[in-house]
């Protein structure tokens, strides 16, 4: 019997050993009034005993012009094929230029473009071996001329943007730190405190879910700056990060004894 994920029941070509690298982490993106805050833990895995360490912030910057970041996950092999691609059109002036493009808009078609012509070329590659081609990004930044924004792009290439009304974007394991998100952040929320809000969201996550761990790498932008601003990243033994560990902690559990009884468990 063919093992029940192999696609049409195929089973993959003997002697290849059927590996994917994931690196589906969280990451998270702010659209504030005042500019833009990104975050990305660094944890990767091919299986319980294969986990490293890879970078997914990438930071095109051209000082005084324009300055991008592009926050990964899903299948490594995939992201840093697009993000090779970025790289060496913006070394050679190709078709895919980021320091060339003149908006924002027309920069997330570029990395959306990128990642259709990777599909094009590994996409039936990975099925044959019963692998899905799973990635998606996170890129945001401005252009001189233009807004700070801040998209979601998808493995077909295809993105969303974040507004006022919606000022952040997840991908990776989103549903541990979205719900501290939706109760403190709004576009008006100031940088730092979408920085302490990420952080927030990276621990309740990271106590959730083995695939999503430190290094936990952090990079801003101010508006109309035109240029990086904070970019730090926090080991897991970063003193803060045990400190407001252990803050929230025992904040969610003096709250949660506060909080009051309903009629109906009163004694009558």
């Not at 993000?83 to 920069?107: C, H, K, W, Y």
């Amino acid at each position: 019997m063919p093992p029940p994920n192999a696609p049409g029941g195929r089973i993959p070509a003997p002697g290849f050993i059927k590996i994917q690298t994931r690196s589906m982490t969280y990451a998270v993106g702010f659209l504030l009034e005042q500019g833009l805050v990104f975050a990305a833990d660094s944890r990767t895995n091919a299986g319980v005993d294969q986990v490293s360490v890879a970078r997914k912030i990438t930071i095109f910057e051209k000082p005084g012009e324009r300055f991008m970041a592009l926050l990964s996950s899903g299948n490594l092999a995939i992201t840093q094929a697009v993000i090779r691609q970025l790289m060496e059109d913006l070394d050679s002036g190709g078709e895919g230029d980021l320091n060339a493009v003149p908006t924002m808009f027309a920069a997330a078609r570029i990395v959306g473009a990128a990642m259709r012509n990777v599909y094009e070329v590994d996409a039936g590659h990975l099925a044959e071996q019963g692998l899905e081609f799973n990635a998606a990004f996170i890129f945001g930044g401005q252009v001189e001329g233009g807004e700070a924004r801040l998209f979601m792009i998808y493995s077909a290439g295809n993105f969303i943007e974040a507004s006022v009304e919606t000022p952040y974007l997840q991908i990776g394991e989103t549903k541990y730190g979205k719900p501290i998100i939706d109760r403190t952040i709004t576009f008006e929320s100031t940088i730092d405190q979408a920085i302490k809000c990420s952080l927030l969201s990276f621990d309740s996550t990271m106590r959730s879910n083995v695939s999503v761990g430190p290094p936990i790498d952090i990079a801003t932008y101010h508006r109309d700056s035109l240029k990086a601003g904070l970019q730090i990243t926090l080991q897991e033994t970063d003193p803060y990060l045990a400190e407001i560990r252990e803050y929230w902690g025992g904040a969610l559990r003096q709250a949660f004894q506060d909080m009051p009884d309903p009629d109906w468990l009163k004694p009558s």
